[in-house]
């Protein structure tokens, strides 16, 4: 049976610490920050970009319009593309599917619970 733990987290909430005790007591692989690591590999995005983008402190639109299409030298004529906030997300979600993939192990935070609800 490949038994994945999800652990949901805010700031503060010792997710990382809680979801390497629970792997080291089941024997299994954690995976929290390291997965943007691979999620920058997997996709062909620099590390710091995701790492930028990763569980970003605002919801703001206008926020997120302003960073995504300015910051990364997008105008007027690309912006019906996906902003790269969401090329980020959407692999994030890609690299937690694979690690699930892969065997029993317990992934901290990025919207796990979420990223494996059809499948699991």
């Known amino acids: 049976m490949n038994?994945?733990?999800?652990?949901?987290?805010?700031?503060?909430?010792?997710?990382?610490?809680i979801g390497e005790k629970v792997a080291e007591?089941?024997?299994?692989?954690?995976?929290?920050?390291?997965?943007?690591?691979?999620?920058?590999?997997?996709?062909?995005f620099c590390e710091e970009m995701i790492q930028n983008h990763d569980e970003r402190p605002t919801n703001s639109f206008l926020y997120n319009l302003?960073?995504?299409?300015?910051s990364f030298g997008y105008n007027a004529s690309s912006f019906?593309?996906?902003?790269?906030?969401?090329?980020?997300?959407?692999a994030q979600f890609d690299t937690i599917k694979k690690i699930a993939d892969?065997?029993?192990c317990i992934i901290v935070g990025r919207c796990a619970d979420y990223a494996l609800s059809e499948n699991w």
């Open 80 to 90: 019906v593309d996906m902003p790269i906030s969401h090329k980020v997300f959407l």
């Open 25 to 44: 007591y089941f024997g299994v692989k954690c995976y929290d920050k390291e997965l943007l690591t691979r999620a920058a590999k997997e996709s062909g």
């Open 102 to 104: 892969e065997g029993p």
């Open 3 to 17: 038994t994945i733990i999800t652990i949901g987290r805010q700031f503060g909430s010792a997710g990382r610490e």
């Open 66 to 70: 302003v960073m995504d299409t300015y």
